[in-house]
């Protein structure tokens, strides 16, 4: 293994097995995950409103990105349309000025192995360098916006940075709300749609998250050059269902012979990771 990477991590840290099926095995299910996949497209679609200061073109952004076939009771055009004019009515006049957008990186590590990745905005706000990064929830609270440290991903994207030579200070988080009532206007004004967290990041805070990195990434490498089959690799059977859904690869770890195994993996397509490529949502 040459590189390692925030999903590689945390894929690994969740299910040593779902890492292989996935980053071994490059094993994707037919159907694309709806919440990743709409998460995505809002990522894309802020990318474009940060530039343009415009909700329309954001939305047009969405809509060429999205595939309404995909749509669920809540994660549809519409649903994405308001999100994105609500995001705009609220932080319009904020006086962030845009230093970098999508910037992706590469940085060896002490074990000779990389962290790739790829940081969503870097900022320039109240006389100091952010990373800003958006994620899409069903479930926006007190909770989920502390879920901004300790987190290995935004670790990594200030880490990156100032490796980089860039003063990043910490990360903005901002939370958007997935929720079929957001199109309706006195819905909206029951509920919170949008909420922003912020969190500096320290050297020791730093120090620590390249110590993890470089531990779990020998671990995995050391897995990659020794084991012979999935079953070298741990299962976590409290990750086959998830944040009430099933693992994608379940039908592959509950099956025994080898002949019906190798039938399963028929059904999914194959596509090696591309740590640069994708981002995801709830």
Not at 107 to 130: C, F, H, M
Not at 185 to 196: D, L, P, Q
Request: aromatic fraction near 10%.
């Amino acid at each position: 293994m040459k590189e390692i990477d925030y999903t590689r991590i945390s894929t690994y840290l969740l299910c040593p097995r779902k890492y292989y099926w996935r980053m071994v095995r490059h094993l994707v299910p037919p159907i694309p995950n709806v919440a990743a996949e709409f998460g995505r497209c809002i990522h894309e679609s802020l990318d474009v409103w940060y530039i343009e200061k415009d909700y329309k073109k954001a939305q047009e952004k969405f809509s060429s990105e999205w595939n309404e076939e995909m749509a669920d009771g809540k994660r549809c055009e519409k649903t994405a349309h308001e999100m994105l004019k609500v995001y705009h009515d609220k932080y319009l006049d904020q006086p962030f000025e845009v230093l970098g957008v999508e910037e992706s990186f590469s940085l060896l590590l002490p074990n000779n192995i990389s962290y790739t990745g790829r940081r969503d905005k870097r900022v320039k706000w109240q006389g100091a360098e952010w990373i800003i990064d958006h994620k899409t929830t069903s479930m926006l609270s007190a909770t989920f916006l502390q879920t901004i440290k300790p987190n290995t991903q935004f670790d990594g994207y200030v880490w990156s940075a100032r490796k980089e030579g860039y003063n990043c200070v910490g990360v903005i988080l901002d939370a958007l709300l997935v929720a079929k009532g957001i199109a309706n206007a006195s819905w909206r004004n029951n509920h919170e749609c949008v909420a922003r967290n912020v969190s500096y990041r320290d050297e020791e805070d730093l120090k620590q998250f390249e110590d993890r990195v470089i531990s779990v990434s020998t671990d995995i490498a050391t897995l990659e050059n020794l084991a012979e089959s999935h079953e070298e690799w741990r299962q976590n059977t409290d990750a086959c269902t998830k944040w009430n859904s099933l693992c994608p690869y379940r039908k592959l770890c509950l099956e025994k012979d080898p002949k019906v195994i190798h039938t399963i993996i028929g059904e999914y397509n194959v596509e090696p990771w591309e740590p640069n490529r994708e981002k995801g949502g709830d």
